[in-house]
């Protein structure tokens, strides 16, 4: 019996590996984790140009001719390299659910610019006084005529230093139940009255607090119905949790460090990949990593069938966040001293991607909803357990 998982990609792999190896420069990865900036706008623009960014997406909202599976292997080809696109990657989902719920002009113009590369949005969701409760917004918005006027305060806006745009959360009906006052709007970074300070994470990412002061913006600005805001940030929350998933990536963790340890010696000069501990530790995250993109795959599956994969969005999130911190704390815990080793430290393993990857993995449990909201949600939504919080 063959348990090998066939890649999806494959006819695609040898095209974007060209394609990385001529357009793509690797000190990219350097300078994100120098910098803390998750998105580098120079790649970002080359995408855009290239028709990556617009494959697969209808032509009358600005697709490309590209072919989906190509674009797929490019931009699986990028991870590899450690370069992320967290700014393009919030920017896909929030398009996706002006797709979704947007009115026709907003798809029009919204999606088509986006797809172009002209604007990056950031996540407006989170406060000071609320984390996790996100409906417990206190950022306000009331109408004006014809424009509406914004103020609050957001924290972990991540990516807004790079953004044009952030979806911010805002209430505009304070006299009912907290879900049901809430509404979206798109708010420009460069709008008169908007502010942001820089946060640096466990993970080393720059994350923002953004600051909205008698911001206006013109209905056009909202998406979806007014005090319908809750309905929407569902929606934009599946496609985040669907997107934190593992997709059909060829360069896992288990790869990474098996290729490492066939090529290194312990100190009683043995190859450490021939540790039968290690090949079962490596066994292990390899195993979780397939169920992790099994997991990813169904959510891609029922989103292209037109589904909204909520429950589906949050099992693979959960369980994929969950897992790599298990994994990275597995691998520094049998690499000893040297799995401690930051980036640019002299014999660091695997250029100190462990050790970065561990304090990444801390904080991918509370991105896209922490693991506590997760369990949640499945547990109510999938098991049909009561809820334990009070209705709101």
């Not at 090998?4 to 990609?9: V, Y």
């Not at 600051?211 to 119905?225: C, H, N």
């Not at 809750?230 to 985040?240: I, S």
């Not at 190859?271 to 990593?289: H, M, N, Q, Y």
Request: hydrophobic share 35%.
């Amino acid at each position: 019996m063959d348990f090998s998982t066939p890649d999806d990609l494959a006819e695609h792999r040898d095209a974007a590996k060209t394609w990385v190896r001529d357009n793509v420069r690797s000190e990219w990865a350097e300078e994100q984790y120098r910098t803390g900036t998750h998105e580098t706008l120079e790649l970002h623009a080359l995408l855009a140009r290239s028709g990556v960014l617009g494959a697969g997406w209808d032509k009358e909202y600005g697709g490309s001719d590209t072919d989906p599976g190509l674009a797929k292997a490019i931009i699986d080809e990028i991870r590899g390299l450690g370069i992320a696109g967290d700014g393009w990657a919030t920017t896909n989902m929030v398009i996706r659910t002006i797709h979704h719920v947007g009115t026709e002009e907003q798809k029009r113009t919204l999606i088509p610019a986006a797809l172009r590369g002209e604007i990056l949005i950031a996540l407006g969701y989170s406060e000071p006084d609320s984390g996790s409760d996100v409906a417990a917004a206190k950022t306000a918005a009331f109408r004006d005529g014809d424009e509406w006027v914004i103020n609050g305060q957001k924290m972990f806006t991540s990516s807004a230093q790079v953004c044009t745009h952030v979806f911010v959360l805002a209430r505009t009906n304070p006299s009912v139940p907290k879900h049901r006052g809430l509404t979206m709007f798109l708010v420009p970074t460069d709008a008169a009255g908007f502010e942001r300070q820089p946060i640096y994470t466990l993970g080393g990412q720059q994350t923002n607090a953004t600051f909205y002061t008698d911001i206006r913006v013109p209905d056009s600005a909202r998406i979806g119905d007014v005090d319908e805001g809750w309905g929407v940030m569902r929606v934009a929350l599946v496609f985040e949790r669907g997107g934190a998933a593992r997709g059909s990536s060829t360069h896992t963790l288990s790869e990474a460090v098996a290729q490492w340890a066939r090529g290194t010696r312990g100190e009683d000069g043995s190859v450490l990949f021939e540790d039968p501990s290690t090949k079962e530790r490596l066994g292990r995250i390899a195993v979780d990593e397939e169920v992790a993109r099994l997991l990813g795959l169904r959510v891609r599956w029922m989103s292209e069938c037109g589904e909204l994969p909520g429950v589906e969005g949050s099992m693979a999130k959960l369980f994929n966040s969950e897992s790599a911190l298990r994994h990275y704390s597995d691998v520094v815990d049998f690499l000893g001293d040297s799995g401690t080793l930051q980036p640019g430290a002299i014999d660091a393993p695997m250029g100190g991607k462990i050790e970065a990857g561990l304090r990444a993995a801390q904080v991918g449990t509370i991105y896209g909803g922490s693991s506590e909201i997760q369990r949640e949600i499945i547990a109510e939504r999938r098991l049909g357990l009561p809820r334990v919080r009070p209705n709101g």
